[in-house]
């Protein structure tokens, strides 16, 4: 399964039994936006909510860490989520938050998982068919057993960052805004200092996207990522500011042929709450 999908390739398979589309929307706390009252409103015919802070770790202060293989297996399994099924991620935004959870699959051993090029936005747009009002009751797709097979080497925590910092093994690339990067405005989450992981580059996710939130084409993703330092042998980690934004990263390394690296999970949520991690601005 290609890690990109297209509107018109869903469309065309939208009654697939082993199809699974999951609305993997998120919103920053507090705010305006309500990912399941705007889910309930419109959403492509079938799809389930895969909650990106509901299916993490919750024995932690940092948001929506990854959780045990085995609670992902239940929570994907109580979605209708088996190892057979191919699974499209999209999200409300266009291409935001749906790369976290097509992460979350391939960290867990599932391939079969994709993201909509574009998301619910471009499939608005071409006048597609679109369900609201509260959903019926889903009945499980057969078979709802799923076994997780954690792929550590996806996954990069504060102590492989640390110990980058000393052999420089891997580039560190940064998803969040140049303004960002660079400290010149304060971080949306309260407490945490701004900058970045000192030798990190700068790469924010939206210089990968079209103006139609779908993905660049593969040669301009290719000449980005090279104006980063990423060419064919670069080992790479993304991050970000809560591990969301830098799966977007992630999906354009490997729709742009290049490999995909890992991701770290705390990122700046957790870097930047420190007072024992350098920064640089």
């Not at 999906?251 to 690296?261: I, K, S, T």
Request: one cysteine or more; glycine letters at 10%; hydrophobic letters at 45%.
């Amino acid at each position: 399964m290609e890690s990109l999908v297209s509107t018109s390739a869903l469309a065309a398979e939208l009654s697939s039994p082993e199809l699974v589309v999951l609305d993997a929307t998120w919103y920053m706390p507090g705010g305006a936006r309500n990912a399941r009252e705007l889910y309930a409103a419109a959403r492509i015919p079938g799809a389930r909510i895969f909650d990106i802070d509901q299916i993490a770790d919750r024995q932690t202060s940092l948001p929506h860490m990854v959780p045990s293989p085995e609670f992902f297996a239940q929570q994907v399994g109580a979605l209708g989520v088996s190892n057979a099924s191919r699974v499209v991620c999209y999200d409300q935004h266009g291409i935001m938050s749906a790369p976290r959870a097509r992460w979350m699959f391939r960290l867990y051993g599932h391939d079969q998982v994709a993201v909509l090029d574009g998301g619910l936005p471009k499939w608005r747009a071409e006048g597609r068919e679109l369900v609201g009002g509260p959903p019926a009751p889903v009945a499980p797709v057969a078979p709802v057993r799923f076994q997780s097979a954690f792929r550590a080497g996806l996954l990069r925590g504060l102590g492989d960052l640390r110990d980058n910092l000393r052999t420089r093994r891997e580039l560190v690339l940064d998803a969040r805004s140049a303004d960002r990067f660079h400290a010149r405005v304060p971080e949306p989450r309260p407490g945490l200092r701004g900058g970045h992981v000192p030798g990190a580059r700068s790469l924010p996710f939206g210089e990968l996207l079209t103006p139609q939130q779908t993905l660049l084409p593969l040669a301009a993703l290719r000449a980005r990522f090279a104006a980063a330092g990423v060419d064919a042998r670069s080992a790479v980690i993304t991050s970000c500011g809560s591990g969301l934004t830098a799966a977007v990263l992630n999906l354009a390394l490997a729709v742009a042929g290049l490999p995909e690296g890992a991701l770290y999970d705390g990122s700046w949520a957790e870097w930047g709450g420190r007072d024992d991690t350098p920064v640089e601005a």
